[in-house]
């Protein structure tokens, strides 16, 4: 596995290519765990193949421990199919997938507030009012005619 890195900004683009395989995960963990550490991070998988499910299941489990520790802000793109409907499976809503390079490094600048479920949304200076409990007004200008 080939592993090319470019900044946009404060943004690290990590465009993999070639193959991913039981030899080349371990450097790949130490590389992510150490030098991206605290970064925003967009892995491009246009080039990348994985050999066996060895491979995959090894990267999945990197993704998992980046995205559980916190490690890195990181968003995906060019991710083919077969490997878009695993990340999805595996990560459910905690990985954002995007279908090009730009868009990954336009929702780093644009970022879109998640709302995580269970959490009420706070909204500053809202306050909600139960009509149930508003008596009706005795002046109504329906009853004037």
């Given at each position: 596995?080939?592993?090319?890195?470019?900044?946009n900004?404060?943004?690290?683009?990590?465009?993999?290519?070639?193959?991913?395989?039981?030899?080349?995960?371990?450097?790949?963990?130490?590389?992510?765990?150490?030098?991206?550490?605290?970064?925003?991070?967009?892995?491009?998988?246009?080039?990348?193949n994985?050999?066996?499910?060895?491979?995959?299941?090894?990267?999945?489990?990197?993704?998992?421990?980046?995205?559980?520790?916190?490690?890195?802000?990181?968003?995906?793109?060019?991710?083919?199919?077969?490997?878009?409907?695993?990340?999805?499976?595996w990560?459910?809503?905690?990985?954002?997938?995007?279908?090009?390079?730009?868009?990954?490094?336009?929702?780093?600048?644009?970022?879109?507030?998640?709302?995580?479920?269970?959490q009420?949304?706070?909204?500053?200076?809202?306050?909600l009012?139960?009509?149930?409990?508003?008596?009706?007004?005795?002046?109504?200008?329906?009853?004037?005619?």
């Open positions: 596995m080939r592993a090319e890195v470019t900044k900004g404060d943004i690290t683009i990590v465009r993999l290519e070639g193959h991913i395989s039981m030899d080349t995960v371990p450097l790949f963990r130490e590389h992510c765990m150490n030098k991206l550490k605290g970064e925003k991070v967009v892995f491009d998988l246009s080039g990348l994985f050999v066996g499910s060895v491979g995959i299941t090894s990267f999945f489990e990197i993704i998992k421990d980046l995205v559980e520790l916190h490690v890195l802000d990181l968003k995906f793109c060019s991710v083919k199919t077969e490997f878009q409907r695993l990340l999805q499976a990560f459910a809503d905690n990985v954002d997938i995007y279908e090009a390079k730009e868009q990954a490094v336009l929702a780093f600048l644009n970022p879109v507030p998640k709302v995580l479920s269970g009420p949304i706070r909204i500053p200076n809202f306050h009012i139960d009509e149930s409990f508003i008596e009706p007004s005795s002046e109504d200008p329906e009853d004037e005619d």
